[in-house]
């Protein structure tokens, strides 16, 4: 049976701590499923992307650590989510540490350590530097 892994993001002006985490949460199973906050969504979270949800989608896509992108337009689907995909595992960056511990009930539950020093909001401040 496929391992399945599922993560959850903005991923918007990807980076090498976004691809980081793919390339991880996708070694652990057999496909890796994302679930990409819309820009409604991203709006209830107080984030406003630089790309939209299909330009980040298609670069999402194109990754060949993502098997499946779905959209993330509210904060409780993913139980649902679990369930229709068959999840196996649940994937976040460690500055979630926790946030996500009641879906333990439906799968298994992973925060992996951030990559340093990379950041949307930091890629926003060194091109504006650069204007
Ligand atoms: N990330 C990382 N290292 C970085 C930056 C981000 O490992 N330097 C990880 C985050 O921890 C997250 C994923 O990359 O697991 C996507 O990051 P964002 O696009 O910032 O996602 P976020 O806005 O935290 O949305 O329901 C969950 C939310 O949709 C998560």
């Not at 896509?61 to 993913?78: R, S």
């Amino acid at each position: 049976m496929k391992r399945t892994v599922i993560t959850y993001g903005t991923f918007d002006l990807l980076h090498t701590g976004h691809v980081r985490l793919l390339e991880r949460a996708r070694s652990l199973g057999d496909r890796l499923i994302v679930g990409l906050s819309t820009d409604e969504f991203n709006a209830i979270k107080g984030k406003i992307s630089v790309q939209t949800y299909a330009d980040r989608k298609a670069v999402l896509e194109a990754i060949q650590f993502v098997d499946l992108v779905i959209p993330e337009t509210a904060w409780n689907q993913k139980e649902k989510d679990i369930i229709q995909y068959g999840v196996d595992l649940f994937v976040m960056g460690d500055d979630w540490k926790g946030k996500f511990d009641f879906l333990k009930d439906s799968c298994e539950v992973l925060y992996l350590p951030r990559t340093a020093g990379i950041s949307t909001s930091d890629l926003k401040k060194r091109i504006d530097k650069q204007l």
